[in-house]
């Protein structure tokens, strides 16, 4: 059983075009994680929600917009791809606060704009 | 100053070598100090992870904080080529605030 699992694994497209990730966890935990991973392999925090209520979104174009339909999943959608959004984006989860600092990361999704 | 700082090596060894993987950060207000493993085209898995300071081991494994230097640093004792990956490491304020804080990584390699 994965924990957490984001489709798809690879993704190419063009510039402009608008494109979206999956993620969802089935480990029962309440904050989710978009996190984008640079060529140079520094991992850096683009949004977090817990329980469906955004609480973390750092500087990150207007183009990417999470959504979060329930606790369980976290979706990432980006318009108007450009060249500089090719990275690898990984989808994380965490839970209670209370329980520690622990976040499960996903397979990571490689995009890929040409 | 960056709040973290980690040297991304490449670091090679010889199977069976003690490794050492540092990190240095600014704000003495951290209090979660963890190390994760990434190996190629995978997510990052956390390793182990201290509260606030001292020593941690977890078989050949031993992650220490000093405070007082702002330093964490995570021994590896007896590498194998399995454990050739990217070590990360990660840090966090605790509390309400879960937003973790990363270095760079550090490449390792264990050559047999």
């Known amino acids: 059983d994965t924990a957490v699992s984001q489709t798809p694994k690879y993704l190419v497209t063009q510039m402009g075009n608008d494109k979206s990730i999956k993620c969802e966890q089935n480990l029962g935990h309440d904050t989710m994680y978009w996190y984008k991973q640079d060529s140079k392999k520094f991992l850096k925090i683009m949004f977090s929600y817990n329980n469906k209520e955004l609480i973390i979104n750092e500087t990150v174009p207007n183009r990417f917009s999470p959504k979060s339909p329930d606790k369980a999943h976290l979706n990432l959608h980006i318009n108007s791809l450009e060249l500089g959004d090719s990275a690898v984006y990984f989808c994380a989860s965490s839970q209670d606060v209370r329980e520690g600092p622990e976040a499960f990361f996903g397979q990571g999704t490689r995009l890929t704009v040409v | 100053q960056k709040e973290v700082e980690q040297d991304p090596g490449p670091l090679s060894v010889p199977e069976g070598a003690i490794v050492s993987l540092n990190c240095t950060y600014s704000n003495s207000a951290f209090q979660y100090f963890m190390w994760y493993r990434q190996y190629s085209r995978k997510g990052p898995e956390l390793l182990m992870y201290t509260y606030s300071s001292g020593n941690k081991e977890d078989g050949r494994f031993t992650a220490q904080v000093d405070k007082s230097s702002k330093y964490i640093s995570l021994f590896i004792r007896d590498s194998q080529p399995s454990d050739s990956a990217t070590y990360l490491c990660?840090?966090?304020?605790?509390?309400?605030?879960?937003?973790?804080?990363w270095g760079l990584g550090t490449s390792l390699a264990v050559n047999p």
């Open positions: 990660a840090i966090c304020w605790g509390g309400n605030n879960r937003k973790l804080i």
